[in-house]
Structure formats: C-alpha cells, structure tokens
C-alpha cells in the first residue's frame, strides 16, 4: 500500500520540521538518487519475519546495495537532525549489550521482550564486526530507530569505527555480499552513519548508560554537582558530531574505558594526603587506548554527574552480565557463545518501572545459546585466527 511506503523524507515522521542546525552545514556524504524510496515497514518485516530455510543459519535474507544507502541516509538525517550525544529517555525500557552480528539472538530477544514499538529498547552499541549477520543487525535496527523513534535508542560502540570495522569482519561482510565497489560504497555509508550515533544516554535521571564507561574528564570542569539535564546539555556542547573515534578524550573514554577487575592496589594500604586525588582510581588500559576505572573513580562520577548506576556493554561473563565495582556497575552482551568459542549466555537488562530503585534496578533476561542450531551456528563465526587480526 502507497501509505505504508516510507520515503526518505517522512520515516521519522518529522518530514515538516525545519532543518536542523547542523545538517545544513554538513554534507551527509552518503549519495542516493534522488528519487529513491524504500518500503521501510516491508523491509522491517521481512527481517522480524526471517526463519532460515531449512534450518540453515548460513543462508541471509536479501538485501540489496541500495536499500542499504538509502537506510544510511535516512539515518543520517534523522541521526543529525533529532538526536543529541547524550540522549535523555526514560524507563520502562530494555538496555540491550553487544550484538556483534548476532541477527538471530535480537530476533530471539524480540521475540521474548516484544518488539518495538509495543516494547522500548535502548541498545549500547557493538552491532557490527565478528558474527557473519552484521549487515542485518544494524539494517534492522536503524530501520526500527527510523520507524519508532521514541521505542529504539542507538548508542555507539567501540566496533563503530573503520579500524575495528576493516579488522574484525564488517568490511568484509559487506564487500562479499555485494562485491568491491558496492561494498566499499556501503561500507563508507555506514562509516558516516556511525559517526552520528549517541555516545550515551541518561535514563529515568538515574542511570549512565553508554558502550565503555566513565572518563576522568568527567571529574574536571565543568562537570560539577550539575543536574542530569545540565550535564547532559555540557557532553552535547563538548563534543561534535560527526566524530570519529580517537585514542584518547572524553568520547573515547564513554566508548572504550572498562572497570578494573582487580584493582591495583589490593592487600595494600594506600593513603593520600588531604586534597590529593588517588591516582591509582585511573589507570591507563596498557598498549590501547583510555582507562581502566575504579569503585571509587566511578563513585565519584556519578556523584559529579547526580546519577547512580553505569550501565555499559562490553561484558565477558559466562552469565552475559556483570555486576561490578559496589554494585553501581553493570555490564552486558546480548550475544550467546561469543566468538562461537565461550559458550556464555546473552542478557538484557529489563527495566520495568518508571520510577527507578536504584538498589534493585531491573531484571536480567538471560538466553542461553541454541543447543539444537549449534551445528549451523558454527557458520556464524570467523575462526579464532581471523578474529585475533591474522587475517590472509
Ligand atoms: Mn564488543
């Protein structure tokens, strides 16, 4: 039906609203014919709907060069024109972690969880990069922030970026679906498209979410004893879209830091004298980039920022959660047996009231990995040696 058809133009639903400030000043870089539409509720449904025939998780559903441009664009004008970096939304919600290519483990959730706009997600980035279903997982997601933009939040992940992109598998993914020069088209779309995605959110007032964690910038001016809001307006002013990731700063902490898993200075006693800051609350992440962050280094964000919990992705757990440093850090992925080697669970973390206990959350919805697809499943993964980087 005609009325179904999304144009570019009237997918978020915001086809009247002036321009916004930035876009009119930046080229979207991503070049679609003019006169290009795409059904975007046929192609959401096809890829909800998707069942593998057969039983054989190898095989994709169709997906043409250009329906992935014109998704690129349309996000990218809707990316630049109605979202900010630090995105502020509320609870009830489900705060989704690393897909990494997972198609089958989001339908699976969404099948569970319901799917928006009946259900409201947040998702802390790692679409792409490692599973074989990147393409499908971040289609299908962009088209569902398009479609229900009030139910679907894209954060950006550390896998959001041409280096992890060309290293761990999306490049590849892409070139081999559709062939150099369309791939590489591709590819370069989602690269720009990425570069607009959120850094973090703030829900209910309570709860940081974002890919990494906290950042020591966050401790100087001036992010001091702001509210929420405040703060949230302060990362918007300090970092500007489009962006790409660097090695170092406040938006590459956000993406990449991680908490201490023991810290440093166990079995000793420290003292500091009065004023001093403990240096040992940061330390660097070795030979990669940002910081490894302490119990107290994070207390004391959140005191800074008047939230109280980091929700982030990035989890390694056997469970496909963690929770970490006093209880005030939680980690997620949303992917089972990652690597198609450790066999661990993937959870979303469900938020079901609207005025969140910060002592009890939410709840975690665990899925284990597919016993009866582990066989096809195994089609899903690299091997270990193409994901260590020693590629061809
Ligand atoms: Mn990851």
Request: aromatic letters at 8%.
């Amino acid at each position: 039906m005609d009325s179904d058809k999304c144009s570019e133009n009237d997918a978020s639903g915001k086809s009247e609203e002036p321009m916004p400030r930035k876009s009119s000043t930046v080229s979207l870089g991503v070049d679609v014919p003019p006169d290009c539409t795409i059904d975007l509720a046929e192609l959401v449904k096809r890829l909800l709907s998707f069942q593998p025939p057969n039983d054989d998780y190898s095989v994709h559903p169709e997906l043409t060069a250009q329906d992935c441009l014109i998704v690129c664009h349309m996000a990218i004008k809707y990316l630049s024109s109605s979202t900010s970096v630090c995105v502020q939304t509320d609870s009830p919600i489900n705060i989704v972690g690393d897909l990494h290519g997972q198609f089958h483990d989001l339908l699976r959730f969404f099948d569970q969880l319901g799917q928006p706009p009946q259900a409201k997600f947040l998702f802390l980035g790692d679409y792409v990069n490692k599973g074989k279903f990147s393409l499908e997982v971040i289609v299908l997601l962009l088209s569902l922030m398009l479609m229900y933009p009030d139910s679907v939040v894209l954060l950006r992940g550390s896998s959001e970026c041409a280096s992890k992109c060309s290293h761990y598998g999306f490049k590849d993914e892409l070139i081999g679906r559709f062939g150099a020069n369309s791939g590489t088209s591709v590819f370069v779309g989602f690269l720009r498209c990425f570069q607009w995605l959120p850094l973090a959110a703030i829900v209910g007032g309570k709860l940081l979410c974002c890919h990494g964690g906290v950042s020591p910038s966050f401790e100087l001016e001036p992010f001091a004893s702001g509210q929420p809001e405040t703060n949230a307006d302060l990362l918007n002013n300090k970092i500007e879209r489009p962006f790409e990731l660097q090695q170092f700063g406040l938006a590459c902490d956000l993406l990449c830091s991680d908490p201490m898993k023991s810290p440093a200075r166990d079995n000793f006693e420290v003292s500091v004298p009065e004023g001093e800051r403990l240096k040992l609350n940061w330390v660097t992440r070795g030979r990669s980039c940002s910081y490894h962050f302490s119990k107290e280094a994070l207390s004391e964000v959140l005191r800074i920022l008047n939230l109280s919990l980091l929700i982030r992705g990035k989890c390694h757990g056997p469970d496909g959660f963690n929770v970490l440093l006093d209880r005030r850090c939680v980690a997620l992925i949303s992917s089972t047996d990652y690597l198609g080697q450790k066999k661990n669970n993937a959870s979303v973390l469900q938020i079901d009231s609207s005025n969140i206990n910060t002592r009890k959350p939410g709840a975690f919805f665990v899925l284990c990995p597919v016993k009866a697809a582990a066989k096809h499943l195994q089609h899903l993964w690299q091997s270990a040696g193409e994901i260590a980087g020693e590629k061809k």
